[in-house]
């Protein structure tokens, strides 16, 4: 492409974008979905985006010309982007970055745990809720004419309902997920929407149910029991590379690793979150920062920023600290990710 960048939605400015993108290029052919109806979308995240950023860093960081290219060939091919790199290097900001700029609402993430399954990232049915409701409920009510009242998609539910624009999806740190979770969410993936047995039953007698959704006070209707996107979701799924996943997955995703910043880079964090830091002598703080990370193995970005904002706070407070009390409070703060290093 001769280094021309007209083909990039996503441009990685960490700005806010004062309207969605108005549209996207046409996916491939056997990226196309068919799901119809009107979704809620809400426009404010709450400050979520902020929180995970931060304002002022999102937009004074300068991205790697390969995660621009990335999250652009993902978008264009409707496919997930697994992003892998150590704790702390930015992986799970990069969906709010991209949602933020193309204005696409509030980012679903569903946070991925030993215990999860397929089934948690859907829906959820209250069956006890409902049953208990039932006992109290009039005669004269039929049995299934609240049923949507106890179904709850979840963020990957939610993210596969038919919007004209896409929603941003976070899969974070699925490699702490059990073994099989990959593999049963190819199927979700490839087709674009999946079924509520709870609805299919009661289609031929209630067509449409209106449910929760995983949007605070969202809602959504369901034709048929059978949830179906029309825009497949950005997905952007991270992993801390704890174990390999099976080929067929990575099959179906593009991949995007993350290196640990650099000195410029944890200095431009920096600056974003506390200015000049007056009192603080930030270059030798990040000098340390690094020298500690590599003999830990990797350190979390964040465990830096913590470092700092004590540092700011002694500083302002005029609080006298020792080398050797220094020293061990940063030692508390920059602590191995990993136990096998304590």
């Excluded at 930015?90 to 949602?99: C, N, P, R």
């Excluded at 933020?100 to 609402?105: T, Y």
């Excluded at 409902?130 to 299934?144: G, T």
């Amino acid at each position: 492409m001769n280094g021309n960048t007209g083909w990039q939605i996503y441009q990685g400015t960490g700005k806010v974008a004062s309207a969605p993108v108005r549209s996207l290029p046409e996916p491939p052919p056997w990226r196309t979905f068919t799901g119809s109806g009107e979704v809620f979308r809400p426009h404010d995240d709450g400050g979520e985006g902020n929180r995970r950023v931060g304002a002022l860093r999102a937009t004074r960081r300068k991205p790697h010309p390969r995660e621009v290219s990335m999250v652009n060939a993902a978008i264009y091919l409707r496919r997930p982007l697994l992003v892998t790199g150590n704790p702390g290097t930015g992986k799970s900001s990069l969906a709010y970055l991209v949602s933020r700029e193309l204005g696409l609402g509030p980012v679903l993430r569903w946070p991925v745990t030993s215990r999860t399954a397929l089934k948690d990232g859907l829906y959820l049915y209250d069956a006890i809720g409902r049953v208990q409701a039932a006992a109290d409920r009039s005669p004269v009510i039929p049995a299934d004419s609240d049923l949507g009242d106890y179904i709850h998609l979840g963020p990957l539910g939610t993210a596969l309902l038919p919007y004209e624009l896409p929603r941003v999806l976070l899969i974070d740190e699925l490699d702490k997920g059990d073994i099989d979770l990959p593999n049963d969410l190819l199927n979700v993936f490839e087709e674009g929407e999946y079924d509520i047995p709870e609805l299919v039953r009661f289609a031929a007698r209630q067509s449409e149910m209106r449910v929760l959704t995983a949007d605070r006070g969202g809602s959504a209707v369901v034709r048929e029991g059978v949830v179906r996107c029309r825009e497949f979701p950005i997905v952007i799924i991270t992993s801390n590379g704890e174990r390999e996943f099976p080929p067929a997955f990575l099959r179906r995703c593009l991949k995007l690793h993350v290196d640990p910043p650099d000195f410029d880079q944890l200095g431009g964090m920096v600056a974003a979150h506390f200015g000049e830091a007056d009192g603080v002598d930030l270059a030798r703080l990040i000098t340390d920062f690094l020298e500690r990370s590599g003999q830990l193995g990797g350190l979390a970005s964040d465990q830096l920023l913590n470092a700092v904002h004590l540092a700011t706070q002694l500083a302002t407070s005029g609080a006298f600290q020792s080398d050797t009390d220094w020293n061990d409070l940063l030692k508390a703060i920059w602590h191995p990710l990993s136990a096998e290093l304590e």
